[in-house]
């Protein structure tokens, strides 16, 4: 047997995207490093599938493909997918196709694309998003790369990606080179962010006003029946139903201390490189390397002071409050996302689409929610959007909901639970829709101490000026600055 495509590394990821694969008609040959899992999987989940072949060497895995070869990598970013290639590249011949579909960074795609496509190997870098679930039963797919690789890809990523409601599947080409990877990485950043916020809203319930986890999850239930509506919003509310063996609330006997993988520092990183204020999910990824330090965090719990406690109640126009606060929050992370890949993908020249974006992650991902239904409208309407908060759609809500955000940073501030991604959103906005920032005190400070030169409001951009604050510093300047 020619299986369609073949599938390299059978964790959780890979077992479930090829039975999904298989269940839509695909034949698939999957191979794995460790013999172990593939045997596993073989005698297990794929028992009495007769399309699924499995291969104890990677000779007879490609010998399993038909032309041209289809190969996509479910294994560990970095290192381990430079040495599959390294490993496959001498199996395989012009034309074939490697997809890697982990969390690669985006510019170890666009080097291996380029690298690949000088020995004649098409190369795809492909966001999968949406867990074991998503993987099983439809992921969102974001594949990038090159793009003569599309036409042998398409039928098996629509077919087996998740579907909107209206039946559009949640894949798209979205561009060349690492396009597809660097999106994937964006969407983990405001996943990133997304998370943050609702940690933030859980912690200011429970310490701020004393809620119990039923009444927590109830709230949360409510706000998924409106704007908020969501995968996050919707686990967060099962989270708090949970109970642990002892019918306690399982969520309070887990330690606080956040793992991450790399993706939303990525987008932190990028953002600093392309000058682009990522400032909520940059707070993210900073709430999760303070939540680290466990230890000392308990150390200082017993010396630093705080606000006295203050007992408080949640009342129906509280919960109001903080549901149009978490809101209008999301809103600033997808904005400040949307953004990032604006910058980037313009820089790149990569068109990237931002409405079939939205498209894309409207199910089967984990940051699916309603808003993206209102996002691709935005962006629809007008392609070339500076930012969401000034599409007028997402301007009203903010007018409806920043209200509340201010009440809510305010109780953070007052009851001394901290707050970052809430606190930053709030800073945003004032910031974005602020006519006149401080930064002319900062560009007279770099000025006076360094002779970096400042731009004058009553002189053309672009043209510099720098003045001898100290009657002794002369006319000599460093040079222009960039902002």
């Keep these: 047997m020619e299986a369609d495509i073949g599938l390299i590394g059978l964790a959780v990821m890979g077992q479930n995207l090829v039975l999904n694969m298989n269940d ?92 690949l496509s000088d020995q004649g190997i098409r190369f795809v870098g492909t966001g ?39 039946g559009e599947a949640c894949c798209a080409w979205i561009g060349p080179e690492g396009a597809g990877h660097f999106v994937k990485m964006v969407h983990n950043g405001i996943e990133y962010g997304d998370m943050e916020l ?104 017993t010396l630093l002071s705080g606000p006295a406690a203050v007992t408080r109640t949640a009342t129906p126009a509280i919960l109001e409050d903080l549901g149009k606060a978490l809101l209008a929050a999301k809103i600033v992370s997808y904005a400040q996302g949307y953004m990032l890949m604006r910058e980037v993908g313009d820089n790149r020249g990569w068109d990237l689409d931002y409405g079939t974006i939205a498209q894309v992650w409207r199910e089967g991902c984990i940051i699916r929610s309603v808003l993206l239904d209102r996002i ?25 909901c920043h209200g509340s955000l201010r009440k809510v940073v305010a109780l953070a501030a007052e009851s001394g639970v901290p707050a970052p991604a809430l606190s930053t959103a ?23 101490f360094g002779a970096h030169t400042y731009e004058r409001t009553d002189r053309p951009r672009g043209e510099f000026h720098h003045t001898d604050w100290t009657g002794s510093g002369g006319k000599a300047t460093s040079n222009a600055y960039n902002a």
Excluded at 378 to 399: E, Q, R, T, W
């Design 198 to 301: 609702i940690a933030e809203t859980y912690q200011l319930m429970r310490d701020a006003y004393g809620m119990k986890h039923a009444e927590m999850a109830a709230a949360f239930k409510h706000w998924n029946k409106g704007e908020l509506d969501s995968y996050l919003v919707e686990i967060t509310a099962a989270i708090l139903e949970h109970k642990d063996s002892d019918g306690s609330p399982l969520v309070e006997h887990i330690l606080d201390a956040a793992g991450q993988k790399g993706t939303g520092k990525w987008a932190s990183v990028s953002a600093l490189d392309e000058g682009i204020p990522l400032t909520l999910i940059s707070e993210a990824v900073f709430a999760r390397c303070l939540s680290a330090l466990v230890d000392d965090r308990r150390d200082a719990s």
């Design 376 to 400: 691709k409208i935005a962006f629809d309407a007008d392609p070339s959007l500076p930012c969401l908060l000034v599409a007028p759609a997402f301007a009203d809500i903010m007018d409806e």
């Design 426 to 448: 709030l800073a945003f906005y004032d910031g974005y829709r602020c006519a006149r920032l401080p930064a002319n005190m900062l560009q007279a400070q770099r000025d006076y």
């Design 24 to 115: 839509h008609g695909y034949s698939v040959a999957v191979y794995n490093r460790s013999p172990g899992p593939l045997n596993e999987f073989l005698s297990g989940p794929a028992a009495g599938r007769k399309d699924i072949v499995g291969a104890h060497s990677l000779e007879s895995f490609i010998g399993n493909l038909a032309r041209p070869r289809k190969v996509m990598l479910l294994i560990k970013a970095g290192a381990p997918v430079d040495e599959m290639i390294g490993h496959l590249v001498p199996l395989l011949e012009p034309g074939d196709l490697i997809i890697d579909g982990g969390n690669s960074f985006f510019e170890d795609t666009v080097r291996r694309s380029k690298a």
């Design 128 to 166: 999968v998003s949406g867990g074991e679930e998503g993987a099983r039963h439809g992921p969102s797919l974001m594949p990038g790369g090159d793009a003569s690789a599309w036409p042998l890809l398409r039928s098996i990523f629509t077919d087996i990606a998740a579907k909107t409601a209206k």
